[in-house]
């Protein structure tokens, strides 16, 4: 991989750290598989697909699944990205085949048998080489045969942009520390006002409906007792048509046993696979570090490139608490707000900072942006690696 004597992007620079660590792993890997052919999908793979398992503690029988897609461009040459995807908890198949990765799931017909799948024209795979991994163990087809290993430990997690969502009841929530069991009554009555409110709309991308990620307990008993009568008949049980979403259908689809067979998971590791799987940081991931703003400001202002980006439908985690941890760094403005452009229609809106750390807020995009406005997401994307200005 040649970096033309510039300096890589934060992103970058911490993906090829990963790969040495992964090189140096080599003889740690159980298995990986090159895939051609994935179920749901017509004729062969147009890009390169490995699977695969890691050994974490060959004692203790832990080990994360990954997805490494080539880049259709040129892959020696072409940057690498690890993308982590967050909750903790949620598997890398949100990148694959829902975000920016090189899948998305067939939505405007779906009967209860195995979803369809196409090739994104989007895909950031297409002029970037890119790994998602299911992390932490427990997370999609990651496991383990230690129970332990199934708790892990907040070494990059961030909690003042909760705190921040809760900014328009902070007059009669001052000095609480925890804000889902507050000791003033007054705050505690806001809370619930504000979570009854919140439940009503899909915070992750407000102005779609309400819709929910998971089969209904019919369609996973079908699925699981029957394999061959799921796959030939429809459900009895398909969700309403505004309500059929590439989340629901990553669910439907990485529980057949066809594309468990084809990606190469072990039978009998996990039970059930989930897309996100929110009992991981419920119950099992302990967030000890209150903020990672103090990293962030060392490793950028040792050089690394870093682009920060947000949808603007996104109630979950708003842009606007996340230009706030960006000013908290207290670097200089040297580009004010301004828009930036795709496909000549206004795509977000941008701040240049100093020590090159740029912020973009990507208009109609949802908590993933990828997902809601790919054309834009690939735009700012392919200027920013390119150390062009958006």
């Known amino acids: 991989m040649s970096t033309s004597g510039r300096q890589l992007p934060l992103l970058l620079q911490a993906a090829l750290c990963h790969v040495l660590f992964f090189s140096l792993l080599s003889s740690s890997f159980s298995a990986s598989y090159n895939i051609t052919h994935l179920p749901g999908f017509d004729g062969s793979l147009p890009f390169r697909l490995e699977t695969g398992y890691v050994t974490m503690n060959a004692t203790s029988g ?48 779906f009967d209860g048998q195995l979803p369809n799948l196409y090739a994104n024209p989007f895909a950031w795979t297409k002029i970037s080489n890119m790994i998602f991994v299911d992390w932490p163990i427990g997370t999609g087809f990651s496991y383990s045969k230690t129970a332990k290993d199934y708790t892990t430990e907040d070494v990059e997690g961030t909690a003042f942009i909760y705190k921040f969502l809760r900014k328009l009841i902070m007059a009669h929530c001052a000095g609480e520390k925890d804000f889902k069991k507050p000791q003033n009554v007054l705050c505690a009555t806001h809370l619930e006002t504000l979570n009854g409110f919140l439940s ?18 019919s369609a996973m008993r079908s699925l699981k007792e029957n394999q061959e009568e799921f796959i030939s008949s429809p459900l009895s049980s398909v969700p309403d048509i505004s309500c059929i979403t590439a989340a629901l259908l990553a669910n439907y689809w990485a529980n057949h046993h066809l594309v468990k067979e084809a990606l190469h998971v072990k039978e009998g590791t996990i039970e059930r696979f989930h897309l996100d799987n929110f009992d991981v940081d419920s119950y099992f991931y302990t967030r000890s570090v209150p ?49 930036w452009h795709a496909g000549g229609q206004v795509a977000g809106y941008t701040i240049l900072f100093s020590n090159n750390l740029t912020f973009a807020t990507v208009k109609g995009g949802s908590h993933i942006a990828p997902d809601t406005m790919p054309f834009e997401c690939f735009v700012m994307f392919e200027r920013w690696i390119s150390h062009q200005s958006l």
Request: hydrophobic residues 35%.
């Open 291 to 339: 903020s990672i703003v103090p990293y962030h400001y060392s490793l950028i202002t040792r050089g690394f490139r870093a682009l920060v980006y947000s949808g603007d439908h996104d109630l979950s985690i708003p842009f606007l608490g996340t230009l706030e941890w960006i000013k908290s760094l207290n670097f200089s403005v040297l580009e004010p707000r301004r828009s």
């Open 200 to 217: 009503e709309i899909d915070v992750y991308s407000i102005l779609d409906p309400t819709c929910p990620d998971e089969p209904p307990t």
């Open 62 to 109: 832990a080990e994360l699944f990954y997805y490494f897609v080539e880049s259709e461009r040129n892959p020696s040459e072409d940057p690498l990205l690890l993308w982590l995807i967050g909750g903790p908890g949620c598997s890398g198949i949100n990148g694959l085949a829902l975000d920016m990765g090189p899948l998305k799931f067939k939505l405007d017909y």
